[in-house]
């Protein structure tokens, strides 16, 4: 099975096999193993899905803590094995959430978001990261570290699927991290006296752009800033 989005009269489309599906989905919710529980989608909706003319399904596994990956992935066995004995030509989409596990932060102290004044915990909805403290800094998008680990979940994911009976029924990978996938984070601390992102990791990776942006040439950066 091929799969792949291309435009179809001015529009984003879903492909498979080279015919065009309609844009009609179902999207399942993160189960947040360890933190969140989130009830199982039951088969008879499955079936009631399909018969509606359903066929690409999104389904989430939550890579973000590689002590619990493959409990991840044994989930999601159980989820396609459910799905396809009700919707036997189902398509799956991965919902691939990556923020990593919660002890991250402490482990990894230059890694975290940093706000203007220095501080790394201005959070008042910590729900919105799916996390239950507020006091618990988040990752930046400039981690090396988290780089890594998200990599290696991802390899073992492709490994997995590769593998699986199922594999011919996934047609993608819908990778996602920050807040709720979105890859940024919004709406969880005073955006009126606070920004972001001032971390090491972030200033390492700001130096580096300017580097490859300018190629080495500081008269260049001082032209354009």
């Not at 389904?59 to 990956?69: E, H, W």
């Not at 940093?114 to 915990?121: E, I, P």
């Not at 990752?139 to 570290?145: L, Q, R």
């Not at 971390?199 to 040439?217: C, H, Q, V």
């Amino acid at each position: 099975m091929e799969a792949e989005i291309k435009e179809l009269g001015g529009v984003p489309t879903i492909f498979v096999d080279g015919v065009p599906k309609a844009p009609m989905t179902y999207t399942g919710k993160h189960p947040f193993l360890g933190s969140y529980y989130q009830p199982r989608l039951k088969i008879e909706q499955y079936r009631r899905l399909g018969k509606a003319g359903i066929e690409i399904f999104f389904l989430p596994v939550d890579l973000g803590d590689p002590a619990v990956i493959d409990l991840a992935l044994k989930d999601l066995d159980s989820r396609m094995k459910s799905l396809l004995s009700v919707v036997s030509n189902a398509k799956v989409i991965l919902r691939t959430f990556l923020s990593p596990y919660v002890g991250f932060a402490n482990e990894n102290l230059g890694e975290v978001l940093t706000f203007n004044d220095g501080s790394t915990t201005h959070y008042l909805r910590p729900g919105y990261a799916g996390l239950l403290d507020g006091n618990i800094p988040r990752y930046t998008f400039a981690s090396e570290a988290w780089e890594s680990v998200a990599s290696d979940a991802l390899r073992r994911l492709v490994r997995h699927i590769n593998n699986a009976a199922y594999r011919d029924h996934i047609i993608g990978y819908f990778i996602k991290a920050g807040s709720c996938g979105e890859w940024l984070y919004w709406g969880d601390w005073d955006h009126s006296k606070y920004t972001i992102d001032y971390s090491p990791a972030m200033i390492r990776a700001f130096r580096r752009w300017l580097i490859n942006e300018y190629e080495g040439d500081v008269n260049k950066l001082r032209e354009a800033w």
